[in-house]
């Protein structure tokens, strides 16, 4: 077989010199490289030059339609409030920032902002309780949200406010004993805004408690493990680990529910509190002009929950680090990159 090769070899390579000397492949290219030389060192490969190339933007033709039939509903709606003149936007601006009205706001803030804390607090215990070992606490807390995320927040309010009813004083004391510290009647204690902030209060903290009980459950128990293992005493791991990354998963539920809170205080009005919705209904009940007040009602509460809406966007994008490898722009670093995009934009197609 060693002889028939090498006939072979000798006639391909006369027959290679008989048909002349082959032309040499340029460096870099497919054919050097199935021949085996090396392309040459510094080999200049020429770019395609794009200067001339005109930039051409993406057409969107549907998302023009969408925003133009968007666009005449807008429109419509506002040319529909500025011309109806059964709106009577002259009353809305007369009551806006009537001394009553005003009065009524303050007593909504107030009732929002005590509720909310107690809410929260009692919620973070009643969590804690139902993350605990102990059957007692955790049958006790699961009861406790049970009971008052069944029941309408109407029927609680009218409940506490009646609580005299029931039980004619409260005192306080050893159990089982007639030893008494402490006693007045129930009548005096609860008054329209105790009933007020007792019933917003313990309905706040039964979801609270779910939240701040979810949010806790949605930290990876691996970090507990390790933190454990390095020996980080129990309150610097929850206060320290577990709670900055369940801020994460707890605020945007936790903002929900006092923007509901701030709009629950409205029903109040049951117990003839002059928060800011019974303060209207006092209102518009002596002077006839129903809707215009209700107008004023509702502007203020668009204030309040656009405010806490804003709070609720910065807050969670500080809590947001370490979560995501870029915090997310601000509205006004938005509005600032938008307009340099598009200036950009524009005097690139300009010089074109």
Known sequence: MSSAATTVAQSTKSAQSAAGPAPAAAPGTAASAAGGLPPEDGAARVAT??????????????????????????????WSLATNPRWEWGVVAQWFTAQPVINGLLETLKLTAISGVLGFVLGFILALMRLSASPLLVSVSWTFSWIFRSTPLLVQMLLWYNLGYLYEKISLGIPFTDVRFFEVQTTTLISQFAAAVLGLTLNQAAYSAEIIRGGILSVDQGQLEAAAALGIPAWRRSTRIV??????????????EIIGLVKGTSIVYVLAYSELFYTVQVIYNRTQQVLPLLLVATLWYVVITSVLSVFQYYIERHYSKGAVRNLPLTPLQKARKFFATHAVATNRARSL
């Open 49 to 78: 030059d794009y200067s001339a190339y005109r930039v051409v933007a993406a057409k969107h033709p549907w998302r023009w339609v969408g925003t133009a039939v968007v666009a005449l509903g807008v429109l419509a709606v506002a």
């Open 243 to 256: 709670l900055p990354q369940a801020m994460r998963a707890i605020l945007p539920n936790a903002f929900n």
